[in-house]
């Protein structure tokens, strides 16, 4: 499937030369995609369809964390396969990531500046949950009468640097569970200004050869994980899913229409929930990594590429995109909201009425609390941030703007 795949792509690529094509990924306000030229304060690209985007795949990442409350009733059976789709979501929202943000925008105003808006985006929310779950594991550990190990001062003080995924611990060593994936992304925040421009020279030289080096790097680290070579949360191992969109971001290939990508999505993702379903390995991150980072990547820049008053795509629908903003809070939340919920159901979740039930009022109440922490503390914090940046540093004042609209 990827074979055939990256033969499109060398031969959709527009007939120019190397210097045509860097001087055109180095452009951001003349050559940029249409879609892509609405920028915000925080300087990430808001693209309609990326957005509803995020919430599809933050609702995948609740799938597999609800995965407990319903593994006694019917349907436990189905935990395998709805766990490898639903976990493919961190690949989509690792590919996002390397899309936006190697776009020519991206780096603007220099490393400072990039520096303050990965800050003021990824902190704010991602403190509140670390409080919140730390009162709630202090509580559990009162009502239990045994403290949590999560409550360790060492590991608390590794969770708020965001270094919980180089823990052998794993996952095991996220006090807010889902954020060992942004532990990931740090490191791909801190390397991007330096492999972007390299990356940039090898793709637009040797976009064939790059996408193989990028994609054999996928499928090692996803091999890596496999074989227990290191822990299930090595970041390192990460970064090639990545870089998968920023070389889409890079050489800009001839999109897809949006409904082949996203039939490609679809048996891609039909191939990895078999392989999971017959070998058992359910919700390993690795081989969705190796099979759906290119697919993902490509359903990715075809929506950006699309013309929004072309297509009326369903990522593209406003509830989606409002839902799609406050993604990231409902990242970090859900899991949380899911234990409270089981926890205050008790045995009632054991049927599958209650535990559908349990699923219903876990969703519904994740994304209201995300929606309530989107505006009152991603937003409002995210320019308060971004203020305090450019008062210590005034040369920021001609990059950052907090009054412009803040984006996800």
């Known amino acids: 499937m990827v074979l055939p795949t990256v033969q499109y792509l060398m031969a959709a690529r527009p007939r120019c030369c190397a210097r045509d094509l860097r001087a055109s990924a180095m452009d951001s306000t003349v050559n940029a995609e249409p879609a892509l030229r609405e920028l915000t304060g925080s300087g990430t690209i808001q693209v309609a369809a990326l957005t509803g985007l995020r919430a599809i795949a933050a609702i995948g990442v609740f799938l597999v964390h609800v995965q407990p409350v319903l593994a006694g009733t019917v349907l436990g059976s189905l935990e395998l396969v709805v766990g490898a789709a639903g976990a493919t979501g961190v690949t989509l929202f690792f590919v996002l990531s390397g899309y936006l943000l190697s776009q020519p925008s991206a780096l603007r105003g220099g490393t400072l500046c990039y520096a303050a808006r990965r800050i003021a985006r990824i902190y704010p929310v991602y403190l509140t949950s670390l409080v919140a779950m730390t009162f709630l594991l202090g509580a559990m550990s009162v009502r239990d009468g045994r403290r949590s190990p999560l409550l360790d001062p060492g590991l608390l003080a590794l969770n708020v640097m965001l270094g919980q995924s180089w823990s052998p611990d794993g996952w095991y060593a996220s006090v807010v569970y889902p954020a060992w994936s942004l532990s990931v992304e740090m490191l791909f925040y801190a390397l991007l200004p330096v492999i972007l421009p390299r990356l940039q020279r090898a793709a637009l030289r040797r976009p064939a050869a790059s996408l193989a080096v990028v994609l054999a790097a996928g499928a ?9 070579w290191f822990s299930v949360t090595f970041p390192p191992a990460y970064l090639p899913v990545f870089l998968v969109g920023s070389w889409l971001a890079v050489v800009r290939p001839r999109p897809l229409r949006p409904g082949r990508a996203t039939a490609l999505v679809g048996a891609a993702l039909a191939t990895h929930c078999a392989f999971a379903g017959a070998t058992g390995l359910g919700a390993a991150q690795g081989p969705s990594f ?14 950006a590429s699309d013309s929004p008053n072309r297509h009326r795509r369903h990522p593209s629908r406003r509830p989606l995109v409002r839902l799609g903003k406050a993604s990231y809070a409902f990242f970090l939340i859900h899991a949380m909201v899911i234990s409270v919920v089981a926890g205050l159901a008790g045995d009632s979740a054991a ?9 219903v009022v876990a969703l519904v109440g994740a994304w209201v609390l995300a929606l309530a922490l989107f505006h009152t503390v991603e937003v409002p914090a995210q320019r308060a941030v971004l203020r305090l940046a450019r008062r210590w540093y005034p040369p920021l004042h001609q990059v950052l703007n907090p009054a412009r609209k803040v984006t996800t």
């Not at 190796?290 to 929506?303: D, K």
């Open 220 to 228: 090692l680290g996803a091999a890596g994980e496999q074989f227990h």
């Open 290 to 303: 190796a099979v759906l980072a290119l697919p993902y990547g490509l359903l990715v820049h075809s929506l």
């Open 351 to 359: 049927s599958l009425p209650g535990a559908l039930l349990v699923c």
